[in-house]
């Protein structure tokens, strides 16, 4: 199932995967150390391959901890340092095994005390604006899985996480950011429901809609079915006719949309008919998602 929202990053060192983690260095040597103890051992390691399969034996670490009733408390606080690990493709392995890892929690709640709001969520939240976009990725993916499978309340998620998204979506965060969280908040209001994505997200959302960014326009409209089956049609309707540019006529838009492939534009803005069954909304969501489109040259 999870396969389906995590597109696992995968290195090419994993050809070359053996056992006890595929640790380079003489593991062998230091094989009377406790699982936490090894794991707080290789934390610094000047081995990046080494480090990325700390993160991808995480959950064996996690489950041999608990197991063996070391101290879980400094293993959780183990990992939160291996999220800070400056490479990548370390901290994309992490993100990773979120999932896994924060079921593994759930399961074993006596053990790993509110390790999901205090020490996992923290850690995707902070990764949802990574400077790498795998690693924002990946994230993305976590924070789903960890929605869908009711992981994590949703007052944790109005605590801890729209505020970030919302301002990943302002109007002055980077162009690729803003793309990725109108993209994020779309996939986020099935799993949110109504009351939250109404309150939070359709706001901005509907701000968006009239971004100078064309392409965070178009995220706008391809993702607009999905949030008008969540919050209503007229609810979506209503707040996207305040965007409404009242001097642009039917006619123009009509002429400027045929103008740069009309067709791939307005199958975006037509999810609308699917999800909300009614035709007229779709002139809103182009007149609202198009208004900036230039003019292009006969």
Known sequence: MWDKDLQFYQDDSDENSEDDYGFDGGIGEVED?????????YLDNDNIYNRQMLARGLLDTLRAVC????????????????????E???????????????????????????????????MVVRYLNDAN??????SQAALLVLLEQELVEKGDIEQQVMQVILELAAPESL????????????????????????????????EMCTDPLFHVRKVCAANFGEMASVVGVQNSEDILKKKENPQRAVSAKHSQLQEINT????????????????????????????PLLPQVPR
């Open 263 to 290: 067709g791939t534009k307005m199958a975006a803005a037509g999810q609308v008919i699917c999800a909300g069954k009614r035709k007229d909304i779709v002139g809103v969501v182009a007149l609202c998602c198009f």
């Open 33 to 41: 150390l406790t699982p936490l103890q090894r794991l707080e051992k």
């Open 133 to 138: 976009s795998q690693v924002r990725k990946t």
């Open 175 to 206: 162009d690729d950011y803003r793309s990725e969280a109108v993209a994020l908040m779309s996939k986020m209001a099935p799993l949110l429901g109504k009351d939250i994505t109404d309150r939070h997200f359709l706001p901005r959302f509907s």
């Open 67 to 86: 197991e063996s009733g070391d101290n879980c408390v400094a293993m959780l606080d183990a990992m939160t340092r291996l999220s800070e690990d400056p």
């Open 88 to 122: 990548p493709s370390v901290r994309s392995e992490l993100m990773e095994q979120v999932p896994h890892v924060a079921v593994y929690c759930q399961e074993n709640s006596q053990s790993f005390v509110d390790a999901v709001p205090k020490y996992i969520l923290p």
